[in-house]
């Protein structure tokens, strides 16, 4: 049986969509999968990790919660939106589960829709972490994202999955290079962790698109129309966007179409498990309703 750590990020104004990301990983593992799920957190009461438990009851899957105080990134640049102090927890997997050599990590935003057993068996011997990238790391030509002069690295790696070559990490101490960084480029970060990695970091296998094909490429029935396209295309064929988009092992709700359960009108395959999930955990956020309202999708 392979036995996989999976690491989540999110608070109590998220359960919702992070029960959804949980329950896909569930229903998608193989027989023979194992996973170790962990869930970083800064605020979920004893009543919330209980009800979040019941996802893996009678399944062979693991469900443990680990208190992180926020204090830990005080004074690293944040907002008080979407992107708090959580942000940065996913950088600390290496020195909290020091029992792994390897970790996967996921965002929340997500539908997983394949076993990760293969993605978890990558070599990584000469890397530091294994990630999706996005936009070649061009001054003159970069769209989405900043440029900094500290990256060295090609291309831009989203930090939205992310397999950590944990035991090489504490060897090298990592954790204290990212925040020698956050400390060093300071109110100059503009997406926070990924920032913080991509500037770190020099040593990306760089994934599929598969481990985190986008919403508006999932969605399109033409690409070209997708917001993400014009940078994607600096990186991927449209024939392998169009191979990811048919074969995703994991959709990534990212961008202005707004996170799935905050439309008027889920996509079917995303609502089909909001509708599954126990009644506890269909918790909608004043914020949740307010987005769904102006939300035009």
């Excluded at 961008?255 to 498990?273: I, S, V």
Aim: glycine share 4%.
């Amino acid at each position: 049986m392979a036995n996989i750590p999976v690491v989540f990020c999110f608070d109590s104004r998220i359960i919702l969509g992070a029960s959804v990301a949980i329950k896909s990983l569930i229903d998608s593992a193989k027989d023979d999968t194992y996973y170790d799920i962990r869930i970083f957190h800064s605020d979920l009461d004893l009543n919330s990790q209980k009800n979040i438990s019941k996802l893996v009851e009678n399944t062979k899957h693991n469900i443990a919660f680990h208190y992180i105080n926020p204090k830990l990134f005080k004074g690293a640049p944040h907002n008080n939106g979407s992107w708090t102090e959580l942000v940065y927890y996913r950088l600390l997997i290496p020195e909290i589960l020091r029992e792994y050599d390897k970790v996967i990590y996921s965002d929340v935003d997500v539908l997983f829709k394949g076993d990760l057993e293969s993605v978890y068996n990558i070599d990584l011997s000469n890397y530091e972490l294994a990630a999706v990238p996005v936009e070649k790391n061009n001054k003159e030509t970069m769209i989405c994202h900043k440029y900094f002069p500290e990256n060295t690295n090609e291309d831009i790696y989203i930090s939205s999955f992310i397999v950590f070559n944990s035991k090489l990490m504490r060897e090298e101490n990592t954790v204290g290079k990212f925040y020698e960084t956050i400390r060093n480029i300071g109110k100059r970060l503009k997406f926070y962790d990924l920032d913080t990695l991509n500037i770190t970091c020099d040593r990306f296998f760089p994934l599929s698109f598969k481990y985190g094909t986008f919403q508006s490429i999932m969605h399109n029935e033409d690409i070209h129309n997708a917001q993400e396209y014009d940078f994607l295309k600096t990186i991927y064929t449209d024939a392998e966007l169009l191979e990811a988009k048919d074969n995703s092992f994991m959709v990534h709700y990212a961008g202005k179409l707004g996170k799935p359960w905050r439309m008027k009108h889920p996509y079917k395959d995303y609502q089909e498990y909001i509708d599954v999930l126990p009644k506890e955990l269909k918790q909608y956020t004043f914020r949740d309703i307010r987005k769904k309202f102006f939300n035009k999708h």
